[in-house]
């Protein structure tokens, strides 16, 4: 078979803290998220999807919280480093949707940002990644302003080797 599909889905609470790291993006908001990495749920939702589309488990085996070597961790590093995991053998991201959901910050602003640095961490046109964003209309957790979370589809296809 040469496409597999994945998916993943990562919330965070919001706790004390001026900016949420979304996408790679440092989005101003009056509050910070709790997490033993900054926390980037756009990114663990791909990682997590990119992981599952080949059953290689999920992030939390492959930088686990109590490793001290991710704490503060950069998502983005994470995101590489799944990248290279489905490198190896022989997958590349065909393409990626993302949704963030949260009633604030405003996601739409900095999702062309966003877009451009997780294309360029994996590899991958522009017009190959998405990200969108809604509110859940002041429903559940999300609504409630306690957190923010974020699923991710991806399509991995077979890469192309140089010989
Ligand atoms: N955090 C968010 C939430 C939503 N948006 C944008 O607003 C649109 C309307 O949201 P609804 O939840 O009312 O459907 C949505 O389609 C997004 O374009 C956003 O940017 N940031
Ligand atoms: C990213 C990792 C790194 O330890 O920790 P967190 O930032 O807490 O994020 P989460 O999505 O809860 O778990 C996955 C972990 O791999």
Known sequence: MNIRIGQGFDVHAFGE???VMLGGVRVP???GVVAHSDGDVAIHALCDAMLGALALGDIGQHFPPSDARW???????LLRRCNELIGERGWRV?????TVVC??????PHAPAMRERLAADLGIDL???SVKATTSEKLGFTGRGEGIAAQAAVLLVRAERAV
């Open 29 to 31: 908001h009056d509050q």
């Open 17 to 19: 803290g001026d900016h």
């Open 127 to 129: 017009d190959a990644v």
């Open 94 to 98: 065909g393409n990626a949707d993302i």
């Open 71 to 77: 704490k503060g961790a950069d998502s983005r590093a």
């Open 103 to 108: 009633e604030r910050p405003k996601v739409g």
